[in-house]
């Protein structure tokens, strides 16, 4: 069933290359919504991503996409000016989902590799906290936010686990909860929600990139109850749960999508 089929929605996903947010697209596009990604990638990968782009819009449904630095103030207003364009009269963004992951993973500690700075936690802190106050102000302030809006950010167990080299990932992740939670509250006069979703261990570039991830990887199958690590598919059937009107009354909460991973 295409419940948001031809009915002018929009999803705008940032970070939707790869991983979640990619994951989230495919799965929102299949039940009609239109999709917007912004992302930020390497020529090196522009074959794969444009392949599954391509397969996104398969589904018959209108799609944009702009590969720019989605930090950066100037280049963020460009798209939502360019964005509003493409919208025109009626069309409206539903969901905003924020997968941002652009967060420096380096020991506080240590002989051998470069050591955690403060710039790396305001790096770290603006692309994956702050960049979704800057996005949720930029949408509403354009208009383009429907008046059922649903705004979806993506946490982990990190924001209440001490993990060697991810303190300001950690750090970035408790800033956008709280975050979130404070959009829940304030923008709850004009219909929009907002949620994070605490994925659980899932193999995807951005784990891979953080050091000791196979030991991560293995821990997480001993704990999780149902003997597998999680999907992007998981996340995104998740993302696609909170964008449907059932869920209309859930806001300001953080939800364990994780096989029951968090429970050990």
Sequence with gaps: MKEFKDKNL?????????????????????????????????????????????????????????????TKPEKQQGVIEELRAVLGEGHKVKVMVHSIAKGN???????????????????????????????????????????????LSFTSEGNTKAWHNYAAVSAAKVSLEAITRSI?????????????IQAGVTDTASLRLIPGSDAIIAHSLKRNPNGRLTIPEDVANAVYLLTKDEASWITGTIIPVDGGEHLR
């Excluded at 290359?17 to 990619?22: A, D, I, M, V, W």
């Excluded at 829940?184 to 994070?196: D, H, S, T, V």
Aim: glycine residues 8%; aromatic residues 10%; charged residues 25%.
């Design 10 to 70: 929009w999803a705008l996903i940032l970070g939707g290359s790869s991983g979640l947010g990619l994951a989230t697209a495919r799965k929102l596009a299949e039940h009609g919504l239109n999709i917007c990604i912004v992302h930020r990638s390497p020529r090196l990968q522009e074959e794969a991503i444009t392949k599954a782009f391509d397969a996104i819009k398969q589904n018959n449904i209108q799609f944009k996409s702009f590969n720019i630095d989605l």
């Design 105 to 151: 993973l380096k020991p506080m500690i240590s002989e051998d590799h470069k050591e955690l700075k403060r710039d790396d936690f305001e790096i770290t802190l603006n692309a994956m906290a702050l960049s979704l106050y800057d996005w949720t102000k930029g949408v509403f302030g354009a208009g383009l936010f429907s008046k059922d809006a649903r705004i």
């Design 184 to 196: 829940a509250l304030e923008f709850a006069p004009f219909g929009i929600k907002a949620n994070c």
